[in-house]
């Protein structure tokens, strides 16, 4: 009988599949992210299996298929929810490793189901992964993973991803429990980060919190050897390319424009509506540039799409609520009959209106304060066919290391924000077609597919 290829697994928080409610019932639907794009060629030509949480608290259904992926559902109580997720997930891990931006909780409690959710996870893929399969383990919910399939699988290559920054060591020092922490992800073969500095940061810990000795990126701990890299995670440069020339978004585009006014440069902001994303710091700058009249309102409009996340940690309201009420004051103070100075829509869209808004764009500002790498700056860059339009790229997202034709900004800086966007709005056609096009072919180098082959080549799988 011929030898199968080794399989693979990924685990992830989420799954690549939701619930919907639709005329026909209930069933599950694609849910939206890039990772599936990237994993769902590999996953079904190699028998995939994705092990995750479908994303609503409650009994998990029986493992299924899904347009060619097997989907093992892990269950979590809204409990479980609660402390693992919202709580240990959200609250400890997501600030400490976005530079402390609010203050991070610790609880012990917290920690307690983080370290079971973990348990979880890591059986749930045990059981799913065949002799000798890869298992691609991702992100910050799930950092215990690698080493408690290790100790129930040592059959399995294990690689890991975090999708966030990793902090300096001033700041993961904080943690109670940063020598459990490491040695869960030393438990993998390959522990990839999006940049240099996250891995560099990440063994320099390793070795002071654990007896793990080597180099930047190659570590050895209890007689293995852990490759440690960076591997940028890209967007599928194809797909927004082709969705940029859909006569349905080049229509849509043209109606956005159509509607804040032919006439009026468009400043496109996209985000999570996130404490990290600078939403507020960002808005504040352009208040400053209406009131120091270096745009007028006939002139200039900013769009702020913000995608409702976590709503149910206390920093996600407050965040919320501080965007609205600074939109508010702007509208009040500059809008006029017929010229709203920002329109602000709290929703989530789906791609190809995400597109339109991208290609009807004069410029598009990502300034987060702090970001693993931020995927919206690649898209707006994959959905400018021909070549115009400007990136305002915060330098503290990863995105920044690559994309160094954008203008990059300090997002703190406020005066230096002022001074960017009026350097975007007049930036002559030439120079932004030159910064475009070279934007455009790094992106389109350095796509999804080249991240996950790439990935996957340093695991050996
Ligand atoms: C970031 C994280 C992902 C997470 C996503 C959405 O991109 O790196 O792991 O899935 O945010 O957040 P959510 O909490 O809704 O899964």
New binding site residues.
């Given amino acids: 009988m011929a030898k199968r290829p080794p399989g693979i697994v990924v685990v ?3 799954l690549p599949v939701q619930r919907i409610r639709s005329a026909r019932g209930a069933g599950w639907g694609p849910s939206p ?1 890039g ?1 599936v794009t990237a994993m769902a060629p590999v996953l079904r030509d190699r028998g995939g299996v994705w092990v995750g949480w479908s ?1 609503t608290a409650g009994p998990a259904p029986r493992p299924f298929t899904h347009d060619g992926i097997r989907i093992h559902a892990v269950p979590l109580s809204q409990s479980e929810v609660e402390s693992y ?1 919202l709580g240990f ?2 609250r400890t891990i ?1 600030p400490l490793y976005h530079d402390a931006i609010r203050t991070p909780s610790f609880h012990r409690a917290w920690w307690k189901q983080y370290v079971e959710m973990n348990l979880r996870f890591a059986r749930a893929a045990a059981r799913a992964a065949g002799r000798g399969d890869t298992v691609w383990v ?4 799930l950092q215990l993973v690698p080493r408690i399939l290790r100790g129930l699988r040592p059959d399995l290559r294990i690689g890991f991803f975090m ?2 920054p990793f902090p300096p060591d001033e700041l993961f020092a904080w943690l109670p429990w940063r020598r459990e922490i490491i040695e869960g992800l030393l438990g993998a073969d390959v522990v990839g980060f999006q940049i240099h500095s996250d891995a560099q940061d990440f063994s320099r810990s390793a070795r002071m919190y654990t007896p793990a000795e080597g180099t930047d990126t190659r570590l050895r701990h209890k007689g293995r050897t852990i490759r440690v890299g960076s591997f940028p995670i890209s967007v599928d440069f194809k797909s927004y390319d082709d969705l940029a020339a859909d006569p349905h978004v080049v229509r849509h585009a043209m109606e956005i424009r159509r509607r804040v006014g032919a006439s009026r440069k468009i400043l496109l902001c996209i985000d ?1 509506l ?1 404490y990290t994303k600078g939403i507020d710091t960002r808005l504040l700058a352009f208040e400053e540039m209406l009131r120091r009249r270096k745009v007028r309102v006939e002139d200039c409009v900013l769009i702020q799409i913000a995608v409702p ?2 709503e149910s940690v206390t920093e996600y309201r407050e965040i919320r609520t501080q965007v609205e009420q600074i939109v508010g004051r702007i509208n009040g103070e500059y809008s006029e009959p017929g010229g709203v100075a920002v329109h602000y829509f709290r929703r989530s869209l789906i791609r190809p209106e995400v597109v339109a808004y991208y290609a009807a764009a004069d410029v598009m500002m990502v300034t987060p304060l702090r970001d ?1 790498m931020n ?1 919206v700056a690649k898209e707006y860059v994959a959905s400018r066919r021909n070549n115009s339009g400007v990136l305002v790229l915060s330098e503290f997202a990863g995105a920044a290391s690559e994309l160094r034709r954008a203008l990059l900004v300090n997002p703190r800086d406020i005066d230096g924000m002022v001074r960017t966007m009026e350097t975007a709005l007049r930036m002559p056609p030439d120079e932004a077609r030159f910064r475009m096009a070279t934007l455009r072919s790094a992106v389109r180098r350095h796509d999804l597919t080249y991240w996950a082959d790439n990935f996957l080549e340093a695991l050996g799988a």
Avoid: K, M, T, V
Wanted: glycine share 14%; hydrophobic share 25%; no cysteine.
């Fill in positions: 992830a928080n989420r992210g990772l994303g997720y997930s959200n997501w991702h992100d910050y919910q999708h966030i999570r996130d996340s976590r693993g995927l």
